[in-house]
């Protein structure tokens, strides 16, 4: 409430934010956690909590009036309808070169995700987090990551036999074919769940086209794994609409976080003040990033160093669909969780997701999402005129991701005789260039805060989300900010300052 002092807040309840709140509540600190989106644990008219992919409604988007879908076109028609203006799960949060997609709700982006939960290859490491120490991850914090997320791979067997997994079936076939290896990946799904799913004994989530509006059952979302062990052990409490707006410092020590309480339709219904003696940034990549820059910038916190802001990626992410021979159908049923990928990156610079495209017809489409060495990077900086957090990512960068993916599907196209599909993205458009799922940096490690998140020049403010992490992990990130998460709370818990 208003007035209110804790010894911790956290802003957000992603991955960053859960890892936080868990570990300090079972060391004995009284934890706020803090979360603009929506808590997601009430049933709407139809029974579900989330909507599904192909009958979006107005829990899909945040604070839209139309769908903004990734794949947005089919044969060359839109495809995006009208929804009434709500706190939805899904942010498409645009800036002048890039949109970026987001989860809002308690949970964050596990929310809204895949659930791929992938560990970087060790020998790419060193690329990814220069300062860290390798060993400490791979030995300590990535097994930490993984059990705690719950990630597991899917039981080949079911994976050879299940027309769920047709599509990815026809991924491994290709690749093979051209000389790409196919591996396997973990993911957070419950497979068990899933394969009830389609033995008909469960209500249907992954295979009842529930994907990127959130999942009503089979994953394990934050707000099955990290979560409720947070509020098991009664020193934590969370806030949803709750839009962090400040962080300053306190008169008597420590600071003071001011917030807008909103209503489902985004308006605030009142600001409060709070104070607390430690602040952590949790509120994503660019979450976290937007309020360092504006609160540095605006002289609210002007001794945060030049680097906040900086180092900003998009992990590369490029998409493309190809088009497949005629005996060569991808499937009308399809798994809207993905298994498995097509790893190039040593020879490439790319790891292409082989993804769903569960619209519920035969399409004889494969789609990709390619995660690409790209090294572009932007900044974020503050607008004075227009009183916003700009970022300098440009369109025409995206070029060098398309690059590295063509390396590997011009091959499978020629392999295989097949030709891109230019229907999904626009009309006669081939690569999808224009979004990121994976934003990545802007207030680095060891740069705007010290090797373990405590930001430079406050005593009592970390970052401790995506932001940390400079531009691309290689593969998806999520794991990566958890374990890094987990490293990084231990030191400052065992440590202080
Ligand atoms: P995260 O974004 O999870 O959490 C930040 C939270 O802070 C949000 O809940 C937000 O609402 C809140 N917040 C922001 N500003 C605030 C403020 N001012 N006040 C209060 N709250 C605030 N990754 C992966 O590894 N495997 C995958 O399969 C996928 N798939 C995927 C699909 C799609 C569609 C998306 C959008 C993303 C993915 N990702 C993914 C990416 C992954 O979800 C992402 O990297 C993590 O969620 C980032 O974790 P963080 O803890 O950094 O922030």
């Given at each position: ?10 802003i ?13 509540a ?12 929506m808590?997601?644990?009430?049933p709407?008219?139809?029974g ?19 769908t ?5 076109f ?18 498409a ?25 992938v560990?970087?290859?060790r ?25 705690a ?11 050879n ?6 599509f ?10 051209s ?31 529930e ?5 009503n059952?089979?994953?394990k ?29 306190a008169?008597g ?21 709070v ?5 952590f940034?949790?509120?994503?990549s ?26 900003w990626?998009?992990?590369?992410n490029?998409m493309?669909?190809?088009?497949n ?27 292409a ?9 035969e ?31 440009q ?42 799922y ?26 401790i989300?995506?932001?940390?992490i ?23 818990i065992?440590?202080?300052?």
């Amino acid at each position: 409430g208003n007035g209110a002092h804790a010894q911790a807040l956290v802003i957000g309840t992603g991955y960053g934010g859960s890892v936080a709140a868990l570990r300090l509540a079972q060391a004995g600190v009284s934890v706020e956690m803090v979360e603009m989106g929506m808590a997601w644990d009430t049933p709407g008219s139809d029974g579900k909590i989330f909507c599904t992919l192909t009958n979006p409604d107005n829990r899909s988007y945040w604070l839209r009036t139309k769908t903004k879908a990734p794949v947005n076109f089919f044969l060359g028609f839109p495809i995006d309808k009208a929804i009434s203006k709500y706190t939805g799960v899904l942010d498409a949060e645009e800036f002048s070169g890039i949109t970026v997609y987001q989860g809002r709700g308690i949970g964050g982006g596990s929310l809204v995700n895949g659930g791929m939960a992938v560990t970087p290859k060790r020998e790419n490491f060193a690329g990814i987090l220069p300062s860290i120490n390798a060993d400490e991850m791979y030995n300590v914090y990535y097994p930490r990551a993984n059990a705690a997320l719950g990630a597991a791979v899917i039981d080949p067997n079911w994976f050879n036999n299940t027309a769920w997994y047709q599509f990815a079936r026809v991924g491994r076939k290709q690749a093979g074919r051209s000389g790409f290896p196919f591996v396997f990946v973990p993911d957070v799904y419950d497979w068990n769940y899933m394969q009830q799913e389609d033995a008909g004994t469960v209500p249907k989530s992954a295979l009842a086209q529930e994907l990127m509006y959130g999942n009503n059952y089979g994953k394990k979302s934050l707000q099955k794994t990290y979560i409720p062990a947070a509020l098991a052990t009664g020193k934590v409490n969370i806030s949803p609409l709750h839009k962090v707006t400040s962080v300053s410092p306190a008169p008597g020590g420590g600071y003071t976080v001011l917030m807008d309480q909103l209503d489902t339709s985004g308006n605030v219904v009142t600001s409060k003040q709070v104070t607390a003696d430690k602040v952590f940034f949790a509120a994503g990549s660019v979450g976290t990033s937007k309020l360092l820059v504006r609160l540095r910038d605006t002289g609210q916190l002007p001794n945060l160093n030049g680097q906040v802001g900086q180092g900003w990626g998009d992990n590369g992410n490029i998409m493309v669909g190809r088009a497949n021979q005629i005996w060569d159908p991808t499937g009308s049923k399809q798994a809207t969780i993905p298994c498995g990928g097509i790893d190039n990156w040593t020879a490439g610079g790319a790891f292409a997701e082989v993804a769903p495209l569960p619209t519920g017809i035969e399409t004889w489409a494969s789609l990709y999402l390619s995660i690409t060495n790209n090294q572009h990077r932007a900044q974020f900086t503050w607008n004075n005129t227009t009183q916003q957090v700009d970022l300098s990512w440009q369109q025409a960068w995206k070029q060098d991701g398309i690059t590295m993916a063509k390396s590997i599907f011009d091959r499978i196209n020629s392999t295989e005789g097949t030709i891109y599909r230019t229907d999904l993205f626009g009309v006669y458009k081939t690569w999808n260039d224009t979004l990121t799922y994976h934003p990545l940096g802007g207030a680095v490690i060891n740069r705007a805060t010290d090797n373990y998140g405590r930001l430079a020049g406050y005593q009592g403010l970390y970052v401790i989300d995506g932001a940390l992490i400079p531009g691309n992990t290689t593969v998806n990130p999520f794991v990566t900010i958890t374990a890094l998460a987990e490293r990084n709370i231990e030191n400052i818990i065992a440590n202080g300052g």
